[in-house]
């Protein structure tokens, strides 16, 4: 019987991986709220935004500013007036997400991938 | 010489080394990704309940002690019953404690299911029990490339269930993704299936095995010196492990590094772990096995020294958390390997169920000291500087290991 080797391994592991990539990219979906939400909550702008225009939307959605993550064009914000998801909207952020329990970084990461993908599907 | 090429037509693909691996690889992910995600549910549950933070960390301390004493409760069973009777049992256990920890309404309900029951259903699911079967199944000189596959499966687990979960808490709540776990950890029961190629009914030895019987095994194994060594190595294993998880956080925050990076750090740890025990698994089974397990405590020792004395920066920490992550679970294959060189393959999993019995005596002790003598101290420099002194004690006493087969485990 021949048993597999590294390219096994590397393809069981590849596999492993996309699907993972699959169900995050579905469950981060479910994860992004609509217009009429409000709270404590991750926007993500375009990256090539600048900062003072970040920071002038996300206080013009009546939102206060709670943390920047490490990629600068993603924030964790936070307020309680409904509406605020779709405010941050109209103020330029391309996607918002519920603050998710991990490293907003790392967070960060897949809320931008869906965001992009979701712009692309629009 | 027809008749095995015959048979080997006859195999039903369930049965091929190929999807084996590939599921066994499947239940060490599961087992052990779902576990790394506990600490996730910590507030969302302490807060619907009102409960302190004490009552969810006394369950989940539960959980660890459960399943370091049941690993080899589970492992004797594995080597009487077949790894996948055990594994599939183990999932049952695992998936209906975690429904009990999301009705439970009182700390004592909550601590039988996410403490006890899930602590058991761990035990019996456990990537070590997948190793057992692999061990088995794979031709000797492949055995160490399997048990590294299998660790790296488990570190893959890890690095790919905390997003996942933290996502789903964050899109539903904590009891959905909490049911979501528990059906996950189903999964174990159809990926254990192939295992059954491999389980066995009878108490006779197998050929090239023992016929010692299984409290035989057991005395004449903790008899044996290199057996003692490489429990004792193992002890450090846990040691340092569980003191970095749970206090490296507190310490980075110390030194004024953020709790996002602390978060990036630790997830640089999972990342390097897959990597690791996979490259030990392979180096393994190139030679000697003591010479590179006495090398990955000794690389420790360096490397945690290094970090103390360095100036903690953003730099020096992703240098040690992506050496400590290639040296996190790198000790599991060459320690499974040496079992199987000293003992065979009849009572590896009992044998191993007791060697990790003292890894997780070591993590208890890991994460009460860190937490102690900084109460004590008011820093984590002491603990730092145990580590430091534990894995030179570990890279010592693996040396002397004799890496033949014991006299008394001699074939049947």
Redesign the interface.
């Known amino acids: 019987?021949?048993?597999?080797?590294h390219k096994?391994?590397l393809a069981?592991?590849s596999s492993?991986?996309i699907t993972?990539l699959f169900?995050?990219a579905l469950?981060?979906r479910?994860?992004a709220l609509q217009a009429g939400a409000s709270g404590t909550m991750l926007t993500v702008f375009n990256p090539n935004t600048p900062q003072d225009k970040i920071f002038a939307a996300i206080v013009n959605a009546g939102a206060k500013p709670i943390?920047e993550?490490?990629f600068g064009f993603i924030w964790v914000v936070s307020g309680d007036e409904p509406g605020l998801s779709g405010r941050l909207r109209n103020e330029g952020a391309i996607g918002n997400?519920?603050?998710?329990?991990?490293?907003?970084?790392?967070?960060g990461c897949?809320a931008f991938a869906d965001a992009k993908a979701a712009e692309a599907f629009q | 010489m027809k008749l095995m090429e015959n048979t080997l037509k006859q195999t039903p693909w369930y049965f091929t080394p190929v999807v084996i691996l590939f599921t066994g690889c499947l239940v060490a992910i599961v087992n052990f990704g779902v576990r790394s995600t506990f600490g996730q549910f910590t507030l969302p549950i302490s807060e619907a309940h009102g409960w302190p933070r004490e009552t969810y960390s006394l369950a989940i301390a539960l959980q660890n002690l459960l399943w370091g004493i049941g690993t080899p409760i589970a492992g004797a069973l594995a080597d009487r019953y077949g790894s996948a009777r055990v594994l599939m049992l183990g999932a049952v256990l695992y998936a209906f404690g975690i429904v009990v920890m999301n009705y439970a309404g009182t700390p004592f309900i909550f601590h039988i299911g996410g403490g006890i029951i899930v602590g058991m259903g761990i035990a019996m699911s456990s990537f070590g029990i997948v190793m057992a079967a692999l061990g088995r199944i794979v031709p000797p000189e492949k055995r160490s490339w399997a048990f590294g596959l299998a660790t790296a499966s488990g570190s893959l687990g890890q690095f790919i269930f905390s997003p996942l979960v933290g996502a789903l808490i964050a899109a539903y709540d904590w009891h959905t993704s909490l049911l979501v776990l528990a059906a996950s950890t189903l999964l174990i029961i159809p990926f254990a299936a192939p295992l059954l190629v491999q389980n066995s009914n009878t108490t006779k030895a197998g050929a090239g095995e023992t016929n010692l019987s299984m409290s035989q095994a057991i005395t004449k194994a903790f008899g044996h010196g290199s057996y003692k060594l490489l429990v004792a190595g193992f002890f450090v294993c846990g040691f340092q492990l569980a003191f970095i998880t749970v206090h490296l956080p507190p310490y980075l925050a110390e030194h004024g590094l953020t709790k996002e990076f602390a978060g990036i750090a630790m997830a640089l740890i999972g990342l390097f772990n897959v990597v690791g025990s996979y490259t030990s698994g392979i180096v393994g089974g190139r030679g000697e096995k003591r010479i590179p397990l006495s090398a990955i405590y000794l690389l420790r020792a360096v490397a945690i020294a290094g970090f103390v004395l360095l100036p903690i920066t953003q730099t020096t920490t992703l240098v040690f958390t992506a050496a400590m992550g290639f040296l996190w679970l790198s000790t599991v294959p060459l320690t499974m390997g040496l079992i199987t060189v000293m003992f065979g393959t009849r009572y590896m999993a009992t044998l191993y169920g007791f060697v990790f019995l003292s890894h997780q005596i070591g993590s208890f002790l890991g994460v009460w000291l860190g937490g102690k003598l900084y109460d004590i101290y008011g820093s984590y420099d002491i603990v730092w500087w145990m580590s430091v002194a534990l894995g030179v004690f570990a890279a010592i006493v693996n040396l002397p290991i004799v890496e033949k087969r014991a006299a008394s485990f001699a074939a049947a």
């Open positions: 019987v021949n048993f597999p080797g096994f391994a069981a592991f492993i991986i993972w169900a995050m469950i981060m479910a994860g943390r993550t490490s997400y519920r603050n998710l329990p991990l490293s907003p970084t790392i967070a897949f």
